[in-house]
């Protein structure tokens, strides 16, 4: 029964999702999403309170869609961090691509109340605090000081690329458009370091804004990179094939839920459950069990 609540949950997202991307938020009523459901719009508000709890849904969908796609590529110990950073930077673009529609109506229509919400502005800190230990594990120490500047040049020079996605016809290089990222980003950086000029934000502004969040929780890692962590430890230890098999069984049903739209409490908590008996990843174990408690999940 979950499970279908769950799926209905989902398929009224993605419908809203479109109908919001060609008409705009404001021009679409619930009634209009009701009935492109094939539903009445009481059923509707069973599963969205408000048409403000539907709209702060979807930016969060879209968020999680790119995040969780972008944490990902962190598992591929394959490449190097700049290696990732460029594929990460090309799963991004490719991402907004297939959301165009919907982002460019949030250009031309302003963004809705909802992205004022207190999840939103945690979710996208966590993702600046990724961005910016990112930045010095690939650059070094000498960046520290200047890495605030740089996402804010970065994050400036990508919506100036947003932009250009929605002119018509424009031919799109996602290859080509993630190197030229990647370019410009090495320039800035090597100019910056080299200069070693006064940082607009500086290490003290930034250390006072984690503070104000950190009690929020607003810099714990992702679980999947937990989840990393602990298969790496797995696969250097000498537990026996049975447990071993088993635990990387659990952690790939955890990680594909982690991903889902409306990851499932039960299913969540009852793989965490089963890495319980291996005493050596108890720390990871329960710092994963701490952030999943908090991620919104269906029950």
């Not at 200047?146 to 040049?153: A, E, H, K, P, R």
């Not at 458009?177 to 990647?182: G, N, Q, T």
């Not at 537990?239 to 299913?267: C, F, G, M, N, W």
Request: charged content about 25%; some cysteine; glycine content about 4%.
């Amino acid at each position: 029964m979950a499970d279908k609540s769950a799926d209905k949950k989902n398929y009224i997202l993605k419908t809203a999702l479109q109908l919001f991307s060609t008409q705009g938020i404001s021009s679409t009523s619930m009634q209009e999403i009701a009935e492109v459901c094939e539903m009445s719009k009481g059923s509707l508000y069973l599963h969205f309170k408000s048409k403000d709890e539907l709209e702060e849904s979807i930016y969060l969908y879209c968020f999680h869609l790119i995040r969780d796609s972008i944490i990902q590529v962190e598992q591929d110990t394959l490449l190097s961090p700049k290696e990732q950073l460029h594929k990460q930077v090309e799963v991004l673009l490719s991402h907004l691509i297939e959301l165009r529609e919907f982002v460019k109506k949030q250009f031309i229509d302003g963004p809705g109340p909802s992205k004022k919400h207190n999840c939103m502005r945690d979710e996208h800190f966590r993702m600046l605090h990724w961005f910016k230990v990112k930045l010095e594990t690939i650059y070094g120490s000498e960046v520290e000081p200047y890495t605030i500047d740089i996402i804010l040049f970065f994050g400036g020079i990508l919506c100036a690329y947003l932009r250009m996605l929605f002119i018509p016809g424009l031919p799109i290089n996602i290859h080509k458009m993630s190197h030229h990222l990647m370019s410009l980003l090495d320039n800035v950086t090597q100019s910056m370091i080299s200069k070693s000029s006064e940082p607009l934000i500086t290490s003290d502004v930034w250390g006072q804004w984690i503070n104000v969040y950190k009690d929020k929780s607003s810099v714990q890692r992702h679980p999947l990179l937990i989840t990393k962590e602990i298969k790496d430890y797995l696969k250097a230890s000498s537990l026996d094939k049975r447990t071993y098999a088993d635990a990387l069984e659990s952690i790939h049903i955890l990680e594909k839920e982690i991903v889902d739209i409306q990851p499932r409490r039960v299913i969540l908590l009852g793989m965490i459950g089963n890495l319980q008996q291996i005493t050596e990843i108890q720390v990871l174990n329960n710092e994963l069990k701490e952030i999943i408690s908090l991620y919104p999940m269906t029950q």
